[in-house]
């Protein structure tokens, strides 16, 4: 299924991301998040849409940075923002 994204080569394995294991901008508001997602073209870390800030998906209406992985321990699974994939 990841070669129907056509995206792909928006991803940076090199982008380090913001934060190991939570989201900073709910950091910032003091508040507190659900689950994070790592943007893979910039190393963002966001908050997910379980969350009620979004910050994961605010990065992306921002940005227009397409995928995102999950940035929980053991979660692997990445979507495609624009052509709403997930694999």
């Known amino acids: 299924m990841a ?3 056509q995206h792909l080569d928006q991803i940076d394995a090199s ?3 913001t934060s190991p294991d939570q989201c900073l ?3 910032d508001m003091g508040d507190v998040w659900v689950n994070l997602r790592l943007c893979l073209s910039c190393g963002n870390v966001g908050c997910c849409d379980g969350s009620k800030n979004k910050h994961a998906t605010a990065h ?4 227009q940075h397409p995928i995102i992985q999950s940035h929980m321990p ?3 699974w990445r ?3 624009v ?3 997930t694999w």
């Open 15 to 17: 982008a380090t991301p």
């Open 3 to 5: 070669d129907a994204c």
């Open 25 to 27: 901008k709910c950091i």
């Open 83 to 85: 052509e709403e994939l």
């Open 60 to 63: 992306n209406g921002e940005t």
């Open 79 to 81: 979507f495609c923002y």
């Open 74 to 76: 053991g979660e692997t």
